[in-house]
């Protein structure tokens, strides 16, 4: 292999773990509502959103363990990195919160990943393009789950909507992340490999502020705050979550389950 | 009791596939038909089973009464001719 | 006058039944039938969204992407085959919000295995293999049951659960298979598992005041001793090829009943953890009353909307 072709696999490698970060951490904070919703259909539904996450992430991380070429599996790197090597965003990782920022979360993030998969899935790498492809069409459902609540919510009581504006004004500030371009990602850019999440935070802020407007809401006027999950650098949340999600798996070091 | 609480109830029901009818496969509480198709799509066909569904507010259904059981039900099953079965046709042909 | 009339519609209802012909929600039907089934339905659903509790408590925990997925979809079943459960019980003429009210005020029951914790992974398997073991067996006898609604959700239920039980095995069969301490963790969890497993069959048949006449009714269409005696016939096999013990000393097969024979259960212990006084009794009622309280803003707000808004129609076809 020659060193170019190496560093681009290790790029790419970072970046597939980026996205499938985010995936698993977020199909964790939605699992968590599994037998705590607030009606039992809505345990249903918000367990299919943790699922397909949760494939999302599987397909992310086996194929970044595949570019890294060490062997590592999809469990190897969910199980055995620290915090310090995850690289998702910081919105994902904040907690299960009350049912508003479950729902606002999903709308932010999910509008986010619907219309980024949407360019990735014409990559030129055709593993990450067809991970893509099939994320968009399961992102493209959880943003219809997200709006009709974002509706309900926004437009419904007094107090829904208040507690929909209190999850805005927390959870906005930490949007900026998501379309920033991570180091070391403009060459993948400009092969057709990855794409620039800059260029979907217009038709995002377009979308997103569509459906506050149908649900009386209004996108907050609050700066947004420096985050760098995708540096490694967390909130103090993540640790809590995969001290939860690892200690099993790590406790068992030579088992296979 | 906290019986005002509780949401509407929905029938639904499912095509499982193009050519097929739908087919009633039970209910489900939501506040609005929106909600009731998605949590129909959820619930009802969590294993691909269905294409198409309908949510319909389980007021507006109306029911024959089963005691009229006699009058309504009872005639066709005289006319056995409306069966299939009700003509011989030579075993080894298809028909 | 009245009462006489009652007696033929009795008299034609109960021939029905003995005909194998399916009861429909607006047949007419005895007000104890009715009382009978909607008290089988409504413990039946509440078990199931009981049970995603105590499964539900390793979901964040699995130690495997792949069984943390498998894990996530049949809590996610349980959810589902409740929902099931309710809307027959609905077609009974009463409302879902006051079954879970009685349910969560302890006005009726649930299955009272799940008032067990759940204390190692393994429970996860336990569950699966013992547990829905248990409850399969039940369940396919219900598949015929003389209700149509319940014997529909049933077969539904039925269908998707085959794959609840396997996983268990399987998941079992990675531990008694595994290292040492896996090993270890499986035959902890079968002795816990497998006495309550025996109890969910409920009372011996000398002892059970309402099987008879759920039995007349074909309701219930097997006696409980009869689909304990079927499960443990199933299990011990199953229990052999996994590796691990029944923790039943004086289990033994039978040659002349062609049968196993098996212990004492502890009655004792059944009627207390169903009369309230279990591991997790408590803290399982809890967590569900929470959850629908936590959840009464969203609900009044989903309703609030309604009420201002129709969505746009789609046409139906």
């Not at chain 1, 060193?3 to 699992?31: F, V």
């Not at chain 3, 009981?50 to 069984?67: C, D, H, K, V």
């Not at chain 3, 309550?196 to 409980?224: A, C, T, Y």
Request: proline letters at 5%.
């Amino acid at each position: 292999m020659t060193d170019a072709l190496a560093a681009t696999r290790s790029r790419l490698c970072d970046y597939a773990l980026a996205l499938g970060d985010d995936c698993l951490i977020l199909s964790h904070r939605l699992s968590e509502w599994t037998g705590n919703a607030p009606d039992f259909e809505e345990d249903v539904a918000l367990s299919n959103l943790a699922l397909d996450l949760l494939g999302q992430a599987r397909g992310l991380l086996t194929h970044a363990g595949e570019l890294e070429g060490s062997g590592r599996s999809e469990d190897d790197l969910a199980y055995w990195r620290d915090d310090l090597q995850f690289r998702n965003l910081i919105l994902v990782e904040q907690p299960k919160g009350d049912f508003a920022w479950t729902v606002t979360r999903n709308l932010l993030f999910s509008t986010y990943q619907e219309l980024l998969y949407q360019e990735l899935s014409q990559s030129a790498e055709p593993i990450l393009a067809g991970i893509a492809a099939k994320g968009a069409l399961e992102a493209s459902y959880h943003c219809e789950h997200a709006a009709l609540w974002t509706a309900r919510l926004g437009d419904g009581t007094a107090e829904s909507h208040q507690r929909m504006e209190q999850a805005l004004m927390a959870l906005w500030p930490l949007t900026g992340e998501m379309f920033e371009l991570a180091p070391g990602q403009a060459e993948l850019v400009s092969a057709g490999l990855a794409v620039d999440p800059s260029l979907v935070l217009e038709q995002w802020q377009l979308r997103v502020g569509e459906k506050l407007q149908d649900a009386t809401l209004s996108i907050p006027r609050v700066p947004q705050r420096r985050c760098q999950g995708r540096l490694g650098f967390h909130s103090e949340h993540l640790g809590h979550l995969l001290a939860e999600m690892q200690h099993l798996h790590r406790s068992h070091p030579d088992a296979s389950w | 009791m906290t019986q005002s609480s509780g949401l509407p109830l929905w029938e639904i029901f499912v095509r499982s596939r193009r050519g097929m009818s739908h087919i009633h496969v039970g209910s489900l509480h939501a506040a609005d038909w929106e909600m009731a198709v998605q949590n129909a799509r959820d619930l009802y066909t969590r294993r691909g089973e269905g294409v198409s569904i309908w949510a319909v507010a389980a007021t507006e259904i109306h029911a024959s009464d089963p005691d009229d059981k006699g009058p309504l039900f009872d005639p066709p099953a005289d006319k056995v001719y409306r069966h299939p079965t009700f003509y011989e046709v030579p075993e080894d042909l298809k028909l | 006058m009245e009462q006489m009339v009652d007696d033929s519609l009795e008299d034609a209802f109960q021939h029905r039944i003995d005909a194998e012909v399916k009861i429909e929600p607006r047949d007419w039907m005895p007000e104890r039938y009715r009382a009978s089934l909607v008290r089988q339905i409504a413990q039946h659903a509440h078990s199931e969204i009981i049970g995603m509790q105590p499964e539900g408590n390793w979901i964040t925990r699995a130690p495997s992407l792949r069984r943390k997925a498998i894990l996530l979809a049949k809590v996610q079943d349980e959810a589902g085959h409740g929902l099931y459960l309710y809307s027959a019980a609905e077609t009974l003429g009463v409302d879902r919000e006051a079954l879970v009210d009685m349910l969560q005020t302890g006005r009726q029951k649930y299955s009272s295995i799940f008032n067990y914790p759940t204390l190692s992974w393994a429970d996860v398997g336990s569950i699966g293999w013992l547990v829905d073991g248990a409850a399969i067996t039940n369940q396919l006898a219900l598949t015929h049951t003389s209700y149509g609604p319940y014997a529909r959700a049933m077969v539904k239920i039925c269908r998707e659960e085959s794959f609840h039980q396997r996983q268990g095995f399987e998941l079992l069969w990675h531990l008694s298979h595994g290292t040492e301490a896996q090993h270890e963790m499986a035959q902890e969890s079968v002795n816990r598992w497998w006495w309550p497993s025996l109890m969910m069959f409920g009372p011996p048949d000398h002892s059970s005041p309402n099987s008879e006449q759920s039995m007349r009714w074909g309701i219930k269409r097997v006696s409980n001793d009869e689909l304990r005696r079927r499960f443990v016939d199933m299990t011990v096999p199953q229990a052999r090829a996994l590796g691990v013990l029944l923790p039943d000393p004086e289990l033994r097969w039978n040659e002349s009943t062609g049968h196993h024979d098996f212990g004492p259960i502890n009655w004792d212990e059944f009627h207390r953890v169903v009369g309230g006084d279990g591991p997790c009794n408590a803290e399982r009622l809890t967590r569900r009353r929470r959850a629908h309280e936590e959840g009464e803003w969203v609900r009044e707000a989903a309703r609030s909307w309604a009420t201002r808004h129709v969505p746009a129609r789609i046409e139906a076809a």
